[in-house]
């Protein structure tokens, strides 16, 4: 037992700091880049379910081009598009690496899946609501913050968690190609160094970060979801 406090003391006093820098550096990426791929994939999902076949303002032409650039999006696998978008990065942050770097291609890989996600939980929102609303003579803005939005909140929410997470799965790929945070302190100790307790320290700290993210994700989903 003494041994063991010994070598935690040991550890903690030689990496500590590391890694407490590494887990600030991971959360900020990813809820950071959670709220921006929120605040741009949401508008985006309602085009998409208002201009689908059959929905409030159908327009084939502009669902099929919006659905393409989501395809696309979604299809690119993060650490090549990570490097694609490098050159944006530098014009959008001024710089490709750290935090601050990996901002952009999160933000990129991230917003197609939110706005499938928000396409979706619209999509399950009744038909017979909508219609209740157009029969009162709502407009289409008001139906989409009042009714659709309104309606899908509680699938939305189970949908943020879902997200927070794949973007923290993410920020482990871009610490690989020097954006910082627990991915970057994996590799280069872990990995490059042959360091076990460090590799064992960083994931047992992704774990639990994981595990409080759902933990909370389910408390606001229970607080919103009144069904």
Avoid: C
């Avoid at 609303?133 to 289409?140: D, F, P, V």
């Amino acid at each position: 037992m003494t041994e063991t406090a010994t070598f935690l003391g040991e550890f903690f006093a030689k990496y500590g700091s590391l890694l407490w820098q590494g887990t600030i550096a991971t959360l900020i990426m990813t809820f950071v880049s959670s709220a921006l791929a929120y605040a741009l994939g949401t508008p985006l999902g309602v085009l998409l379910m208002l201009s689908a076949p059959g929905s409030l303002r159908p327009n084939r032409t502009l669902y099929a081009i919006l659905g393409w650039i989501v395809n696309i999006g979604r299809s690119i696998p993060f650490i090549i598009l990570m490097v694609a978008l490098i050159p944006l990065s530098r014009l959008i942050m001024g710089t490709s690496l750290g935090v601050a770097g990996a901002i952009t291609p999160l933000v990129f890989a991230s917003t197609p899946f939110v706005a499938r996600l928000i396409e979706n939980s619209l999509a399950e929102v009744p038909g017979g609501v909508i219609e209740a609303a157009q029969s009162y003579g709502a407009s289409t803005l008001q139906i989409i913050w009042k009714v659709l939005l309104s309606e899908a909140l509680p699938s939305i929410a189970r949908s943020v968690p879902i997200t927070v997470i794949a973007i923290f799965g993410y920020t482990a790929i871009a610490g690989v190609v020097g954006a910082g945070g627990l991915g970057d302190i994996a590799v280069r100790f872990g990995y490059q160094r042959y360091q076990t307790d460090v590799m064992i320290a960083t994931i047992i700290i992704m774990v639990i970060l994981i595990q409080l993210i759902q933990t909370l994700g389910n408390v606001i989903v229970h607080r919103i979801d009144k069904r």
